[in-house]
């Protein structure tokens, strides 16, 4: 497969740090047995990919911007062009040596995403997708699931923890959509999910509280894979309501009717 010169400085930096976190992530398997735990050693590892990442991008396209989640804004001489990068999506399960994390990197264009690239190292699983040029994992084209009903459908969620997000409300979405579902996973990779839709290992996917660096990449992905994202109004307003809900049109659609309908008692 032929790739454009823009995925492939994408892949080259995504890879580079993925191999750092793979070796990292060896490490971090020895530690679980250490009462301390590879807190610290995880966030090295965090910093170490996200140095790596910055540093190919720079030296390929020196002008760009960017937005990374440990360094924040970078602003580059070419404002039109922004990096939205996670150097590691998933770091709970990173932490705890559960293989289910990422490298997610989004380019946008005036504000539009035109590329993204993710990478799960523990399964050499890279996933990229250009804005017209349609999605893949590695070599294969990927299309989102085909299934029109919610009964039969796998869903993926995020669910917030201790200190984080609206409890509350994301139990009220659950009750509403697992009731209606074949099964809810929640795999604790924002990106990976999302590229989990446009593989079509997951018929839809919700979840509140995410940022721009966990979604940059995979919204394109599953558009490119001809798939729906929204945030959960369903308009465009993702990255600042840090909401979204994917799946193909018709699991969209009865995904955002679901996630509507007020607390039941059963
Ligand atoms: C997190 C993961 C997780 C999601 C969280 C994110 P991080 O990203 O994507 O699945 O539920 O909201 O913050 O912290 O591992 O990069
Ligand atoms: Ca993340
Ligand atoms: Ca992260």
């Known amino acids: 497969m032929a790739r454009s010169a823009i995925i492939n400085v994408m892949v080259q930096a995504a890879m580079k740090a993925g191999r750092s976190l793979a070796r990292d992530f060896g490490e971090v398997q020895n530690l679980q047995v250490s009462l301390k735990g590879p807190g610290d050693y995880v966030s090295q590892a965090d910093r170490k990919a996200e140095e790596i990442i910055y540093t190919e991008l720079k030296r390929a396209r020196p002008g760009y911007s960017f937005l990374m989640e440990e360094r924040g804004v970078v602003e580059g001489e070419d404002a039109q062009h922004r990096w939205i990068v996670d150097p590691l999506d998933g770091t709970t399960n990173f932490l705890h040596g559960i293989p289910i994390f990422a490298v997610s990197i989004g380019l946008e264009r005036q504000g539009q995403l035109v590329a993204g690239v993710i990478y799960n190292p523990a399964m050499d699983e890279l996933y990229t997708a250009e804005r017209g040029g349609g999605a893949f994992l590695n070599d294969r084209r990927l299309r989102v699931a085909a299934r029109s009903r919610l009964y039969d459908c796998v869903i993926g969620t995020g669910i917030p923890h201790l200190g984080r997000g609206d409890h509350g409300r994301a139990l009220i979405d659950l009750r509403n959509v697992m009731g209606e579902t074949a099964g809810i996973r929640r795999m604790g990779a924002a990106a990976l999910d999302l590229a989990y839709v446009a593989a079509g290992r997951i018929d839809g996917f919700w979840e509140d509280a995410l940022s ?55």
């Open 212 to 266: 721009p660096w966990d979604m940059a990449a995979g919204l394109l992905m599953i558009r490119e894979a001809g798939g729906f994202a929204t945030d959960r109004t369903g308009g465009q307003n993702i990255f600042d309501s840090g909401t979204v809900v994917a799946g193909n049109e018709a699991i969209h659609k009865a995904l955002l009717a679901a996630l509507k309908k007020p607390a039941t008692g059963r």
